[in-house]
């Protein structure tokens, strides 16, 4: 259990940091999923736009410190390689 002051703020803001990059994740799942079903659906110009807005949340994921450079590059690689494999 915390006794200092510092301690306990320091556990008040690593449960406050959890939750936002518990939020970023779940959001960024949430557009890959879109992009997956869209193409599972076979459905190329709803996968290209989601895809798009993927990249995006990927993206913000990186500058928020939330998922690694690299990490986010091969899943946008993935991505994108089962959208043109579905336009080709």
């Given at each position: 259990?915390?006794?200092?002051?510092?301690?306990?703020?320091?556990?008040f803001?690593?449960e406050?940091?959890?939750?936002r990059n518990?939020?970023?994740?779940?959001r960024?799942?949430?557009?890959?999923?879109?992009?997956?079903?869209?193409?599972?659906?076979?459905n190329?110009?709803?996968?290209?736009?989601?895809?798009?807005?993927?990249?995006?949340e990927?993206?913000?994921?990186?500058?928020k410190?939330?998922?690694?450079k690299?990490?986010?590059s091969?899943?946008?690689?993935?991505?994108?390689?089962?959208?043109n494999?579905l336009?080709?």
């Amino acid at each position: 259990m915390a006794h200092s002051k510092s301690s306990k703020k320091r556990i008040f803001i690593g449960e406050r940091n959890a939750n936002r990059n518990q939020a970023i994740k779940s959001r960024v799942k949430t557009f890959v999923k879109k992009v997956l079903s869209a193409v599972e659906a076979k459905n190329v110009d709803e996968a290209k736009t989601a895809l798009q807005v993927a990249y995006k949340e990927l993206d913000k994921a990186v500058t928020k410190g939330v998922l690694k450079k690299n990490t986010a590059s091969r899943k946008k690689s993935r991505l994108a390689l089962k959208v043109n494999s579905l336009a080709g």
